[in-house]
């Protein structure tokens, strides 16, 4: 795209470990300044094969149109490979990998949509997981997350049997499982970055109350978080051309400064 150098780079051996760093130029007539830091943008699809990274690349391609240096991260999914701990790993080791770029790490924001906005709040919290847990003791920790809708409730959403019972397909096990408690972004609060969960007004794929109920839960615990509604539905969030989107950008340039 016009403004914007793209390069695909692997962090694993696996087809499905890869990234899509969007570089941003300064020349680009959205932003003739760059912005300090970097976007990661993990996308949803409720955790399977068939949802993969092209659901992140148009928000990769606005944010680096707009002085953004992007990161568009893709992963094994249930159905590929991914499913515990397949995929908490993938996310690690991904986000783990721009530390070994040329990149300013002065910031780093997660957005994550929906399944995504899971994976982004879990990732947040890495550093507090005990050494058994995949991704303990991360390299890279972001500084902020942008949570879309996201399924913030395992144990509710596994309740709800939401998507197929995507969660149950996704983790297996049982909820007491300590899988759960270490993937559960509601039971792993507080986490070091300021969360935004936004969601759709109009969402009825992931119910908007998970995201009131994590921020009420992690503020509970001390956490820095906050929720925002926007309109639009569940897809509004991930589509350039909404209102829905664009707050989701405003809060990625204010985290990065």
Do not use: K
């Not at 019972?165 to 039971?187: K, M, T």
């Not at 300021?194 to 109009?202: D, F, H, I, M, S």
């Not at 350039?240 to 989107?245: D, F, K, M, V």
Request: with cysteine; proline share 7%; charged share 20%.
């Amino acid at each position: 795209m016009p403004g914007a150098a793209v390069q695909r780079i692997s962090y694993g051996s696996d087809p499905q470990q890869y990234g899509e760093l969007y570089r941003a130029a300064a020349s680009s007539q959205a932003a003739p300044l760059l912005r300090p830091g970097v976007a990661v943008i993990v996308h949803g699809g409720y955790w399977r094969a068939r949802y993969g990274a092209e659901l992140g690349r148009p928000l990769a391609e606005d944010l680096a149109a707009h002085g953004v240096t992007s990161w568009n991260l893709e992963y094994r999914r249930a159905g590929n490979g991914g499913g515990w701990p397949e995929t908490f790993e993938d996310i690690a080791a991904g986000i783990d990998a721009l530390a070994a770029l040329d990149l300013d790490l002065s910031a780093v924001v997660l957005i994550g949509h929906s399944a995504g906005g899971q994976l982004a709040l879990w990732a947040a919290g890495r550093s507090a997981l005990p050494p058994e847990a995949p991704g303990a003791q991360p390299e890279v920790m972001p500084t902020a997350v942008v949570s879309q809708s996201g399924v913030l409730d395992l144990v509710a959403a596994r309740e709800l049997r939401l998507s197929d019972d995507a969660v149950l397909n996704f983790l297996g096990a049982s909820p007491d499982d300590p899988r759960y408690h270490w993937a559960d972004p509601r039971q792993r609060v507080p986490v070091s970055a300021t969360v935004w969960a936004v969601y759709g007004e109009a969402d009825e794929t992931v119910p908007p109350h998970f995201s009131t109920d994590y921020v009420s839960t992690a503020l509970a615990a001390g956490g820095r978080a906050a929720a925002l509604a926007v309109p639009g539905d569940h897809y509004a969030l991930i589509d350039p051309s909404t209102e829905a989107w664009r707050s989701c950008r405003e809060l990625v340039f204010h985290e990065l400064g």
